[in-house]
Protein backbone atom coordinates (compact mmCIF):
# COMPACT_ATOMS: atom_id res chain seq x y z
CA UNK A 1 0.00 0.00 0.00
CA UNK A 2 1.74 3.39 -1.10
CA UNK A 3 2.20 5.56 1.87
CA UNK A 4 0.95 9.34 1.67
CA UNK A 5 3.04 12.13 1.71
CA UNK A 6 2.68 15.78 1.82
CA UNK A 7 4.01 18.76 0.14
CA UNK A 8 3.21 22.80 -0.76
CA UNK A 9 4.24 21.99 -4.02
CA UNK A 10 5.61 18.97 -6.00
CA UNK A 11 8.43 19.49 -8.85
CA UNK A 12 8.63 16.92 -11.29
CA UNK A 13 12.61 16.94 -12.46
CA UNK A 14 15.74 17.32 -10.53
CA UNK A 15 17.56 19.24 -13.49
CA UNK A 16 18.49 22.76 -13.00
CA UNK A 17 15.20 24.03 -13.97
CA UNK A 18 13.50 21.45 -11.59
CA UNK A 19 16.04 23.21 -9.24
CA UNK A 20 15.58 26.12 -9.57
CA UNK A 21 11.67 25.87 -8.91
CA UNK A 22 12.29 24.16 -5.67
CA UNK A 23 14.62 26.74 -4.59
CA UNK A 24 12.86 30.12 -4.89
CA UNK A 25 9.65 28.49 -3.97
CA UNK A 26 11.47 27.50 -0.86
CA UNK A 27 12.68 31.08 -0.33
CA UNK A 28 9.09 31.85 -0.48
CA UNK A 29 8.33 29.76 2.59
CA UNK A 30 6.39 26.60 0.46
CA UNK A 31 7.46 23.34 1.18
CA UNK A 32 8.71 21.29 -2.14
CA UNK A 33 9.30 17.60 -2.91
CA UNK A 34 11.24 17.23 -5.80
CA UNK A 35 10.92 14.19 -7.50
CA UNK A 36 13.37 12.64 -10.60
CA UNK A 37 12.97 9.08 -11.65
CA UNK A 38 17.09 9.34 -11.96
CA UNK A 39 19.56 11.58 -10.26
CA UNK A 40 20.08 15.44 -9.70
CA UNK A 41 21.23 16.46 -12.95
CA UNK A 42 20.80 12.82 -14.59
CA UNK A 43 19.36 14.00 -17.89
CA UNK A 44 19.89 16.96 -20.19
CA UNK A 45 20.96 19.00 -17.21
CA UNK A 46 23.91 17.05 -16.75
CA UNK A 47 24.42 16.88 -20.70
CA UNK A 48 24.88 20.50 -21.09
CA UNK A 49 27.86 23.03 -21.46
CA UNK A 50 26.59 25.85 -18.65
CA UNK A 51 25.45 28.15 -21.33
CA UNK A 52 23.95 31.54 -20.08
CA UNK A 53 23.38 33.17 -23.32
CA UNK A 54 21.83 36.49 -24.37
CA UNK A 55 24.05 36.57 -27.56
CA UNK A 56 21.79 33.65 -30.11
CA UNK A 57 18.82 34.84 -28.71
CA UNK A 58 16.27 37.13 -31.42
CA UNK A 59 14.45 40.53 -29.64
CA UNK A 60 11.46 39.27 -28.19
CA UNK A 61 9.95 37.04 -25.68
CA UNK A 62 12.63 34.77 -24.90
CA UNK A 63 15.22 37.07 -25.15
CA UNK A 64 13.13 38.89 -22.36
CA UNK A 65 13.62 35.31 -20.51
CA UNK A 66 17.53 35.36 -20.87
CA UNK A 67 17.98 38.93 -19.43
CA UNK A 68 16.00 38.56 -16.72
CA UNK A 69 17.68 35.65 -15.70
CA UNK A 70 21.21 36.94 -16.65
CA UNK A 71 20.46 39.37 -13.58
CA UNK A 72 19.60 36.12 -11.57
CA UNK A 73 22.82 34.23 -12.27
CA UNK A 74 25.14 37.04 -10.75
CA UNK A 75 22.94 37.32 -7.92
CA UNK A 76 22.95 33.43 -7.73
CA UNK A 77 26.76 33.65 -7.90
CA UNK A 78 26.92 35.59 -4.90
CA UNK A 79 25.13 33.11 -3.03
CA UNK A 80 26.30 29.76 -4.11
CA UNK A 81 29.73 27.96 -3.55
CA UNK A 82 32.56 28.32 -6.01
CA UNK A 83 31.87 24.47 -6.81
CA UNK A 84 29.00 26.27 -9.41
CA UNK A 85 32.03 27.88 -11.49
CA UNK A 86 30.24 30.60 -12.93
CA UNK A 87 32.01 32.65 -14.85
CA UNK A 88 31.23 36.39 -16.83
CA UNK A 89 33.45 35.54 -19.49
CA UNK A 90 31.56 37.08 -22.49
CA UNK A 91 30.94 35.55 -25.66
CA UNK A 92 32.43 36.09 -29.30
CA UNK A 93 30.65 36.18 -32.60
CA UNK A 94 32.46 35.41 -35.16
CA UNK A 95 32.30 36.03 -39.61
CA UNK A 96 34.46 34.65 -42.30
CA UNK A 97 33.26 36.98 -44.65
CA UNK A 98 31.18 40.20 -45.08
CA UNK A 99 28.15 39.02 -46.01
CA UNK A 100 27.92 37.40 -42.09
CA UNK A 101 29.54 40.34 -40.33
CA UNK A 102 26.57 42.17 -41.78
CA UNK A 103 24.70 39.59 -40.55
CA UNK A 104 25.78 39.87 -37.09
CA UNK A 105 26.02 43.83 -37.63
CA UNK A 106 22.03 43.98 -38.01
CA UNK A 107 21.52 41.13 -35.35
CA UNK A 108 23.61 42.89 -32.46
CA UNK A 109 21.82 46.22 -34.07
CA UNK A 110 18.24 44.84 -33.11
CA UNK A 111 19.22 43.27 -30.08
CA UNK A 112 20.89 45.98 -28.40
CA UNK A 113 17.22 47.82 -29.00
CA UNK A 114 16.02 44.86 -26.54
CA UNK A 115 18.66 45.66 -23.84
CA UNK A 116 21.81 43.30 -25.15
CA UNK A 117 24.68 44.85 -24.68
CA UNK A 118 27.01 44.33 -27.91
CA UNK A 119 30.29 45.27 -29.32
CA UNK A 120 31.23 45.50 -32.36
CA UNK A 121 35.52 43.94 -33.43
CA UNK A 122 37.37 44.47 -36.02
CA UNK A 123 39.26 41.94 -37.87
CA UNK A 124 42.74 43.32 -36.29
CA UNK A 125 41.21 43.35 -33.07
CA UNK A 126 39.66 39.76 -32.63
CA UNK A 127 43.25 39.00 -31.29
CA UNK A 128 43.04 41.28 -28.59
CA UNK A 129 40.64 38.76 -27.31
CA UNK A 130 41.14 35.96 -28.62
CA UNK A 131 44.75 35.08 -29.17
CA UNK A 132 44.53 31.64 -31.10
CA UNK A 133 41.55 32.78 -33.55
CA UNK A 134 42.27 31.43 -36.98
CA UNK A 135 43.38 34.86 -39.22
CA UNK A 136 41.41 35.69 -41.91
CA UNK A 137 38.12 36.28 -40.13
CA UNK A 138 36.13 39.35 -41.00
CA UNK A 139 35.21 40.51 -37.89
CA UNK A 140 32.46 39.62 -34.68
CA UNK A 141 30.79 40.89 -31.67
CA UNK A 142 31.58 40.83 -28.11
CA UNK A 143 28.61 39.90 -25.90
CA UNK A 144 30.01 40.80 -22.68
CA UNK A 145 26.74 39.66 -20.56
CA UNK A 146 27.31 35.78 -21.50
CA UNK A 147 28.59 33.45 -18.73
CA UNK A 148 28.85 29.50 -18.22
CA UNK A 149 28.12 27.50 -15.13
CA UNK A 150 29.10 23.80 -14.17
CA UNK A 151 25.44 22.99 -14.63
CA UNK A 152 25.14 19.67 -12.91
CA UNK A 153 26.65 21.62 -9.76
CA UNK A 154 24.95 24.44 -10.12
CA UNK A 155 21.67 22.24 -10.09
CA UNK A 156 22.77 20.10 -6.60
CA UNK A 157 23.87 23.47 -5.33
CA UNK A 158 20.47 25.45 -5.93
CA UNK A 159 18.66 22.69 -4.10
CA UNK A 160 21.72 22.65 -1.31
CA UNK A 161 21.03 25.72 -1.13
CA UNK A 162 16.97 25.98 -0.71
CA UNK A 163 17.50 23.77 3.09
CA UNK A 164 15.35 21.69 4.67
CA UNK A 165 11.98 23.11 2.46
CA UNK A 166 13.17 20.94 0.06
CA UNK A 167 12.79 17.07 0.08
CA UNK A 168 14.22 15.10 -2.71
CA UNK A 169 12.53 11.57 -4.14
CA UNK A 170 15.26 10.50 -6.38
CA UNK A 171 14.81 6.84 -8.22
CA UNK A 172 11.20 7.41 -8.50
CA UNK A 173 9.28 7.70 -11.71
CA UNK A 174 5.94 9.58 -11.17
CA UNK A 175 3.03 6.95 -12.56
CA UNK A 176 0.24 9.50 -12.52
CA UNK A 177 -0.73 12.56 -11.59
CA UNK A 178 -3.72 12.26 -8.82
CA UNK A 179 -6.70 14.65 -9.27
CA UNK A 180 -9.83 15.52 -6.86
CA UNK A 181 -13.41 15.09 -8.31
CA UNK A 182 -13.17 18.86 -9.89
CA UNK A 183 -10.73 17.79 -12.12
CA UNK A 184 -7.49 19.94 -9.80
CA UNK A 185 -4.25 18.07 -9.14
CA UNK A 186 -3.64 16.79 -5.86
CA UNK A 187 -0.53 15.40 -5.93
CA UNK A 188 1.44 12.63 -7.84
CA UNK A 189 1.61 8.70 -7.73
CA UNK A 190 5.23 7.49 -8.06
CA UNK A 191 6.27 3.54 -8.44
CA UNK A 192 6.32 3.59 -4.56
CA UNK A 193 3.89 5.82 -2.94
CA UNK A 194 1.78 9.23 -3.27
CA UNK A 195 2.89 12.37 -2.75
CA UNK A 196 -0.12 15.25 -1.73
CA UNK A 197 0.14 18.43 -3.13
CA UNK A 198 -2.13 21.36 -4.45
CA UNK A 199 0.77 22.30 -7.17
CA UNK A 200 2.79 20.24 -9.53
CA UNK A 201 5.27 21.43 -11.86
CA UNK A 202 6.33 19.87 -14.84
CA UNK A 203 9.66 20.57 -14.88
CA UNK A 204 10.72 17.00 -17.08
CA UNK A 205 12.70 18.43 -19.85
CA UNK A 206 12.80 16.58 -23.15
CA UNK A 207 9.87 14.62 -20.88
CA UNK A 208 8.00 16.96 -20.09
CA UNK A 209 5.21 16.13 -23.06
CA UNK A 210 5.38 12.59 -21.43
CA UNK A 211 4.56 14.00 -17.78
CA UNK A 212 1.63 16.28 -19.62
CA UNK A 213 0.24 13.48 -21.04
CA UNK A 214 -0.31 12.05 -17.35
CA UNK A 215 -2.63 14.97 -16.75
CA UNK A 216 -4.23 13.94 -20.01
CA UNK A 217 -2.95 17.27 -21.89
CA UNK A 218 -0.87 17.87 -25.07
CA UNK A 219 2.48 19.12 -25.19
CA UNK A 220 4.45 18.45 -28.12
CA UNK A 221 8.08 18.43 -26.33
CA UNK A 222 10.73 16.56 -28.69
CA UNK A 223 14.30 15.82 -28.22
CA UNK A 224 16.63 17.48 -30.08
CA UNK A 225 19.75 15.23 -30.09
CA UNK A 226 23.40 17.26 -29.56
CA UNK A 227 26.97 16.24 -28.83
CA UNK A 228 29.65 17.40 -27.54
CA UNK A 229 33.31 16.86 -27.13
CA UNK A 230 35.97 17.34 -24.75
CA UNK A 231 39.50 18.26 -25.17
CA UNK A 232 42.03 17.01 -22.58
CA UNK A 233 43.15 19.84 -19.89
CA UNK A 234 44.81 22.65 -21.50
CA UNK A 235 45.97 26.16 -20.38
CA UNK A 236 43.75 28.95 -20.97
CA UNK A 237 43.51 28.38 -25.24
CA UNK A 238 39.72 29.18 -25.25
CA UNK A 239 38.94 32.79 -23.02
CA UNK A 240 35.46 33.55 -24.43
CA UNK A 241 32.16 31.36 -25.96
CA UNK A 242 33.34 31.56 -29.07
CA UNK A 243 31.06 30.69 -32.03
CA UNK A 244 30.59 31.42 -35.88
CA UNK A 245 27.90 33.50 -37.03
CA UNK A 246 25.54 30.48 -38.37
CA UNK A 247 25.16 28.86 -35.02
CA UNK A 248 22.59 32.07 -34.34
CA UNK A 249 20.57 30.31 -37.40
CA UNK A 250 21.19 27.23 -35.93
CA UNK A 251 19.48 27.73 -32.76
CA UNK A 252 16.35 29.67 -34.42
CA UNK A 253 15.49 26.50 -37.26
CA UNK A 254 13.13 23.94 -36.74
CA UNK A 255 14.75 21.35 -39.39
CA UNK A 256 14.59 18.00 -38.03
CA UNK A 257 17.77 17.34 -40.50
CA UNK A 258 21.48 17.49 -38.63
CA UNK A 259 23.13 20.65 -38.57
CA UNK A 260 26.21 21.44 -36.98
CA UNK A 261 28.16 24.64 -36.42
CA UNK A 262 31.20 26.21 -34.35
CA UNK A 263 31.12 26.76 -30.70
CA UNK A 264 34.40 26.06 -28.58
CA UNK A 265 34.68 27.60 -25.09
CA UNK A 266 37.65 27.17 -22.40
CA UNK A 267 36.56 25.96 -19.08
CA UNK A 268 37.66 26.97 -15.28
CA UNK A 269 38.63 23.04 -15.16
CA UNK A 270 40.86 23.32 -17.69
CA UNK A 271 38.89 21.10 -20.74
CA UNK A 272 37.80 22.89 -23.67
CA UNK A 273 34.17 22.04 -24.94
CA UNK A 274 33.43 21.87 -28.35
CA UNK A 275 29.87 21.82 -30.19
CA UNK A 276 27.28 22.25 -31.65
CA UNK A 277 24.69 19.47 -33.06
CA UNK A 278 21.36 19.61 -33.57
CA UNK A 279 19.08 16.94 -34.89
CA UNK A 280 16.10 15.24 -34.25
CA UNK A 281 16.26 11.66 -33.92
CA UNK A 282 14.16 10.25 -31.11
CA UNK A 283 15.83 9.32 -28.19
CA UNK A 284 18.57 7.60 -30.13
CA UNK A 285 21.85 7.47 -28.13
CA UNK A 286 23.56 5.82 -31.15
CA UNK A 287 27.13 7.46 -31.23
CA UNK A 288 27.68 9.36 -34.23
CA UNK A 289 31.30 9.69 -35.59
CA UNK A 290 29.79 12.03 -38.79
CA UNK A 291 28.76 14.61 -36.24
CA UNK A 292 32.20 14.04 -34.46
CA UNK A 293 34.37 14.84 -37.24
CA UNK A 294 32.04 17.73 -38.10
CA UNK A 295 32.75 19.34 -34.43
CA UNK A 296 36.44 19.11 -34.91
CA UNK A 297 36.62 20.22 -38.03
CA UNK A 298 34.74 23.31 -37.20
CA UNK A 299 36.76 23.83 -34.18
CA UNK A 300 40.03 23.12 -35.60
CA UNK A 301 38.85 25.47 -38.48
CA UNK A 302 38.15 28.29 -35.95
CA UNK A 303 41.15 27.63 -33.55
CA UNK A 304 44.27 25.38 -34.99
CA UNK A 305 45.86 25.10 -32.20
CA UNK A 306 43.43 22.76 -30.73
CA UNK A 307 44.57 20.20 -34.15
CA UNK A 308 47.72 18.86 -32.12
CA UNK A 309 44.88 18.70 -28.68
CA UNK A 310 43.62 15.17 -28.01
CA UNK A 311 39.69 15.04 -27.03
CA UNK A 312 39.04 12.48 -24.37
CA UNK A 313 35.85 12.08 -24.42
CA UNK A 314 32.73 12.52 -25.87
CA UNK A 315 28.97 12.86 -24.85
CA UNK A 316 25.32 13.66 -25.44
CA UNK A 317 21.89 15.16 -24.39
CA UNK A 318 18.65 15.37 -25.80
CA UNK A 319 17.35 19.20 -25.54
CA UNK A 320 13.48 20.00 -25.19
CA UNK A 321 12.62 21.47 -28.28
CA UNK A 322 8.74 22.79 -28.72
CA UNK A 323 7.90 24.07 -32.24
CA UNK A 324 8.27 27.64 -31.61
CA UNK A 325 11.36 27.30 -29.67
CA UNK A 326 9.97 29.06 -26.70
CA UNK A 327 9.36 27.56 -23.21
CA UNK A 328 5.83 26.16 -21.70
CA UNK A 329 5.99 28.08 -18.49
CA UNK A 330 3.52 29.18 -16.03
CA UNK A 331 -0.37 27.22 -14.80
CA UNK A 332 -2.09 25.09 -17.44
CA UNK A 333 -5.43 26.31 -17.37
CA UNK A 334 -6.80 22.74 -18.65
CA UNK A 335 -5.75 21.24 -15.12
CA UNK A 336 -5.66 23.42 -12.03
CA UNK A 337 -2.95 23.31 -9.99
CA UNK A 338 -0.68 21.90 -13.11
CA UNK A 339 2.42 24.21 -14.31
CA UNK A 340 4.75 23.79 -16.50
CA UNK A 341 8.46 24.91 -16.38
CA UNK A 342 10.10 22.65 -20.02
CA UNK A 343 10.74 22.98 -23.35
CA UNK A 344 13.22 25.51 -23.13
CA UNK A 345 15.36 23.39 -25.80
CA UNK A 346 19.66 24.43 -25.52
CA UNK A 347 18.81 27.80 -23.01
CA UNK A 348 17.27 25.24 -19.88
CA UNK A 349 20.26 26.42 -17.76
CA UNK A 350 20.49 29.80 -18.96
CA UNK A 351 16.80 29.95 -18.30
CA UNK A 352 16.35 28.50 -14.98
CA UNK A 353 15.93 30.99 -12.88
CA UNK A 354 13.93 32.96 -14.13
CA UNK A 355 11.55 30.22 -14.73
CA UNK A 356 11.64 29.06 -10.97
CA UNK A 357 10.72 32.77 -10.25
CA UNK A 358 7.82 32.71 -12.52
CA UNK A 359 6.90 29.30 -11.03
CA UNK A 360 6.75 30.45 -7.74
CA UNK A 361 4.97 34.07 -8.32
CA UNK A 362 2.01 31.88 -10.02
CA UNK A 363 2.21 29.71 -7.20
CA UNK A 364 2.15 32.29 -4.35
CA UNK A 365 -0.26 34.22 -5.90
CA UNK A 366 2.39 37.11 -6.75
CA UNK A 367 3.04 39.19 -10.15
CA UNK A 368 5.31 37.41 -12.55
CA UNK A 369 8.81 39.51 -13.58
CA UNK A 370 6.87 39.56 -17.10
CA UNK A 371 4.18 38.79 -19.61
CA UNK A 372 3.34 35.10 -19.33
CA UNK A 373 1.09 34.93 -22.70
CA UNK A 374 3.88 34.09 -25.22
CA UNK A 375 4.96 31.01 -22.53
CA UNK A 376 1.04 29.51 -22.13
CA UNK A 377 1.28 25.86 -22.11
CA UNK A 378 -2.50 25.53 -24.16
CA UNK A 379 -0.65 27.59 -27.24
CA UNK A 380 -0.70 24.28 -28.76
CA UNK A 381 -4.24 22.94 -29.32
CA UNK A 382 -4.99 26.00 -31.07
CA UNK A 383 -2.15 25.46 -33.19
CA UNK A 384 -3.11 21.58 -33.57
CA UNK A 385 -6.64 22.78 -34.27
Same mark, same amino acid.
Given at each position: ?202 ? +????? %? !??? =? &? @?? *? ?122 ? +????? %? !??? =? &? @?? *? ?31
Amino acid at each position: MPTRETSDVIVIGAGVVGAACAHYAALAGLSVTVVDRGSVAGGTTGAGEGNLLVSDKEPGPELELALLSTALWSELAERLPPAVEYEAKGGLVVASGETGLHALREFAGRQEKAGVIAHEVPADRLHDLEPHLAPGLTGGFHYPQDAQVMPAHAAARLLHAAGDRVRLALGEEVTALLTGADGAVRGVRTTTRDIHAPYVVNA +AGTWG %G !AVA =G &L @AG *VHLPVLPRRGFVLVTEPLPRVVRHKVYAADYVADVASGSAALQTSAVVEGTPAGPVLIGASRERVGFDRTLSTEVLRRLATGATTLFPVLGTVRAIRTYLGFRPYLPDHLPAVGPDPRVPGLLH +ACGHE %G !AGI =G &L @AP *VTGRIVTACVTGTEPPLDLHPFRPERFDAADR
